[in-house]
């Protein structure tokens, strides 16, 4: 699939009466441009052996025109402000890979694999912000880890009159940062989250009694 989509311009109104700084006044009343994107995908959904495995994987890129980003902006000493700005080229390229099992009729697995890459392509400084604060070259995007993983495992089997049902789950992220300079001091490290929980469901279905330990790692 091709495609391509569009998000409308504005204008900051957060910190124009904050800062006497000529600079950041003058950055204030320039206007935020719009978004342009055009992303590419292929993929393949299949379904094999009778529908007990479902594998699911796609490749992609998006190409950036003038992204729309939040970054801090210094208006004062130890004050700081998040303002929306542009960042003149960037892209988004990765895989996603689905898998979807049922070796045993009361047992379900599933995994989901994401690789991401999403970089700054342009070192102009940031519109009309502020000339000591630019875009670097291959600076990673906000919120965008590199290695996404989920795993989960569900075994459900008739117990008395009703349904025992045991999950586990784990979930892993890679390292990702808060922010476009990529600073040190907003970042979050890589970390891996895993869950367990027990239920049983009575014969008419209504009713389900269940315990849960979230964390089971306690990072």
């Known amino acids: 699939s091709v495609s391509t989509g569009f998000k409308s311009g504005g204008f ?3 910190f124009i009466g904050a800062t006497p700084d000529p600079i950041l006044v003058e950055a204030q009343l320039q206007p935020i ?3 342009q994107v055009t992303a590419f995908e292929i993929g393949e959904k299949a379904s094999l052996f009778d529908g007990r495995l479902i594998v699911n994987g796609s490749l992609f890129y998006s190409d950036y025109r003038n992204e729309q980003v939040f970054i801090l902006v210094p208006i004062a000493p130890l004050v700081a402000v998040n303002i929306l700005t542009n960042a003149k080229k960037a892209h988004m390229m990765g895989a996603d890979l689905e898998l979807l099992g049922k070796p045993l009729d009361n047992l379900t697995l599933s995994a989901t ?3 991401l890459q999403s970089k ?3 070192n102009e400084p940031i519109g009309g912000t502020a000339p000591d604060l630019i875009f670097d070259h291959g600076h990673q995007l ?3 880890p590199h290695v996404t993983l989920s795993t989960y495992a569900d075994y ?3 117990l008395w009159d009703g349904t025992l049902d045991l999950q586990v789950s784990a979930n892993y992220k890679s390292h ?3 922010d ?3 600073s040190p001091f907003l970042t979050q490290r890589a970390y891996w989250l895993e869950n367990a929980r027990i239920g049983y469901t009575f014969n008419d279905s209504q009713w389900e009694v269940a315990g849960f330990r979230r964390n089971i790692g306690g990072q």
Request: net charge neutral.
């Open 12 to 14: 900051n109104g957060s």
């Open 33 to 35: 441009k719009p978004e």
């Open 113 to 115: 694999l994401g690789l």
């Open 120 to 122: 700054i392509d342009s």
């Open 142 to 144: 906000p919120l965008s």
């Open 156 to 158: 459900k089997t008739p």
């Open 176 to 178: 990702q940062f808060f």
């Open 180 to 182: 476009l300079i990529n």
